[in-house]
């Protein structure tokens, strides 16, 4: 079906030019754009033959960051950390919106629970050095 779909919009428009990432919405959330961007260019034979190929690219693109020595370059090369890993998750079926969602969630209930049990030895986390919150923040990833 979408091959017959893709036929019928390229005789639609063999007059004009046609990129192959038309259609991809600007409003849609960025990581979910990203994906639908990469899958586009991968239809047309522009994507890594193997995993490996989006992995080091992944390496690649945090000694930029690392290297990065302006806040407009580390947003740059932040972004483009970002567009590799919408790349990891569409070639291996990941939901990159969804498994950040979760990630946000888990991240929320371990911080809550470090806040629980300090709040059970009278504590804040202010009171905390950050060894001592990394200790807390162990325990939690342990439950």
Same mark, same amino acid.
């Given at each position: 079906?979408?091959?017959?779909?893709?036929e019928?919009?390229?005789?639609?428009?063999?007059?004009?030019h046609?990129?192959?990432?038309? *259609?991809? =919405? %600007?409003?849609?959330?960025a990581?979910?754009? =990203?994906?639908?961007?990469?899958?586009?260019? *991968?239809?047309?034979?522009?994507?890594w033959?193997?995993?490996? *190929?989006?992995?080091?690219?992944?390496?690649e693109?945090?000694?930029?960051?690392?290297? =990065?020595?302006?806040?407009?370059?580390?947003?740059?090369?932040?972004g483009?950390?970002?567009?590799?890993?919408?790349?990891? =998750? @569409? &070639?291996?079926?990941? $939901?990159?919106?969804?498994?950040?969602r979760?990630?946000?969630?888990?991240?929320? &209930? &371990?911080f809550? *629970? %470090?806040?629980?049990?300090? @709040?059970?030895?009278?504590? &804040?986390?202010?009171?905390? $050095?950050?060894?001592?919150?990394?200790?807390l923040?162990?325990? @939690?990833k342990?439950?």
């Open positions: 079906v979408n091959a017959i779909w893709d019928r919009k390229a005789i639609e428009n063999k007059d004009k046609v990129s192959a990432l038309d *259609g991809v =919405a %600007m409003a849609l959330p990581l979910l754009r =990203a994906e639908k961007l990469v899958k586009k260019a *991968g239809k047309v034979g522009f994507k033959p193997d995993i490996e *190929g989006v992995l080091d690219k992944l390496a693109e945090i000694l930029e960051l690392k290297e =990065a020595s302006t806040p407009e370059t580390m947003e740059e090369e932040f483009d950390i970002l567009f590799v890993l919408a790349n990891y =998750a @569409q &070639r291996n079926g990941i $939901n990159a919106e969804t498994a950040l979760k990630a946000n969630d888990k991240f929320v &209930r &371990r809550k *629970g %470090m806040e629980s049990d300090l @709040q059970v030895k009278n504590k &804040r986390m202010s009171d905390c $050095n950050l060894s001592e919150l990394l200790d923040w162990k325990k @939690q342990k439950k």
